[in-house]
Nanobody
């Protein structure tokens, strides 16, 4: 069983930056494609970004393009989400998730991810 642990959230002013991290316990990330999702109060959890197993392919939600960057370091089993130019509407709990079976393409669907972290709160003040 993989357990995922996110960190790096916090309170930041609009226009600021944060870098979220996600690390596993139990197994390495080298085996899995990974995604970041977020959930704002009263809203459904939505896709943010995807990275494939080796880190060569990424995909972003439209709102994340140009501002967010997903990356991974398979030598230390960590996936990152760098968020720049943050806006108040980016306020949410951010979750990382692992897609155990994916070897090609990408997924934006929650149901295709097998393991989830507990989330880290990101609050952007105006």
């Amino acid at each position: 069983q993989v357990q995922l642990v996110e960190s790096g959230g916090g309170l930041v002013q609009a226009g600021g930056s944060l870098r979220l991290s996600c690390a596993p316990s139990g197994r390495t990330f080298g085996t899995y494609a990974m995604g970041w999702f977020r959930q704002a109060p009263g809203k459904e959890r939505e896709f943010v970004a995807f990275i494939n197993r080796r880190g060569g392919d990424t995909y972003y939600a439209d709102f994340a393009k140009g501002r967010f960057t997903i990356s991974r370091d398979n030598t230390n089993d960590t996936v990152y989400l760098r968020m720049n130019s943050l806006k108040p509407e980016d306020t949410a709990v951010y979750y990382c998730a692992a897609d155990l079976d994916r070897r090609n393409g990408y997924s934006t669907l929650r149901g295709e991810y097998d393991y989830w972290g507990q989330g880290t709160q990101v609050t952007v003040s105006s």
